[in-house]
């Protein structure tokens, strides 16, 4: 395990976009496995630099999203379909991108679905990860096991409520999920976990070092033998390079 401390928050996204833009100058068609949430937002807006300054050509990789709020479309401001298109793709040349289909009724079907596009694509050759506060991984809650591959999941209490920031009422938010499995994530080449902020700290220091638990999802980064963690001076107060 590779560990960056960066010190703001600016420079952990640099030094991230600077990896996913080594990984595509390396691999034009590369799977880049990419996430939501607050944290790689800043990335991708380097990426999206990267991209205006012409340094950096999307039209041969494959993205494939995390995660995906089950019941919300493409439309939805809070879909993870319509963030993605926000806050990347509509902004770079990238054509093929993929993440599980909210709109399907039927769980089976959507997760199949999802699963048949990422075993199609091949391994990822760089997932992004973001970390939740209670050590989750894409959609994967405490207790998930790890051989999970796409599934629907019923959201836990702590992401409810970290995500009804983005929500006008707390009905609103939504309780199941999409989301790619351990097992999938576990595959990718490499992974590249960001963490910045102090309210990132315990959950990092606890997944990083503490036990491989299912109960800290993102303990099983351990094991896995190409993770790259980024993370600034907040996030990593305990950790001396
Ligand atoms: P955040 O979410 O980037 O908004 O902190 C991370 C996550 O829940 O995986």
């Known amino acids: 395990m590779k560990i960056y401390k960066l010190k703001t928050e600016e420079d952990a996204s640099k030094k991230a976009s600077e990896i996913i833009i080594k990984t595509i100058k390396n691999k034009e068609d590369c799977v ?56 990347l793709f509509n902004q770079i040349n990238i054509k093929n991108t993929n993440i599980p289909d909210g709109m399907e009724k039927d769980p089976v079907k959507a997760c199949n679905t999802y699963q048949k596009t990422l075993n199609n694509l091949g391994p990822v050759d760089l ?64 992974i590249l976990l960001i963490a910045t902020g102090k309210n990132k700290k315990e959950i990092l220091k606890e997944s990083l070092t503490g036990p491989v638990t299912t109960n800290v999802p993102a303990s099983i980064l351990q094991t896995h033998e190409n993770v790259i963690v980024i993370g600034d001076s907040e996030s990593l107060e305990w950790y001396e390079d």
């Not at 990789?61 to 995390?66: D, E, P, R, S, T």
């Not at 591959?149 to 836990?156: A, D, G, N, Q, Y």
């Open 32 to 87: 880049l496995g990419l996430a939501t949430g607050s944290t790689p937002l800043k990335t991708y807006q380097f990426l999206i630099d990267a991209y205006k300054n012409k340094k950096i050509d999307f039209s041969k990789v494959a993205a494939v999203n995390l995660d995906e709020y089950k019941g919300l479309s493409k439309d939805d401001p809070n879909s993870y379909s319509y963030f993605m298109d926000k806050h």
């Open 127 to 190: 997932q992004i990860l973001g970390i939740g506060l209670n050590g989750h991984i894409g959609f994967n809650e405490p207790g998930t096991d790890f051989n999970e591959e796409t599934h629907l999941v019923s959201l836990s209490k702590s992401t409810i409520s970290a995500n009804r920031r983005f929500f006008l009422k707390e009905e609103d938010v939504p309780k199941f999920a999409y989301t790619m499995g351990i097992k999938t994530i576990m595959k990718s080449k490499t």
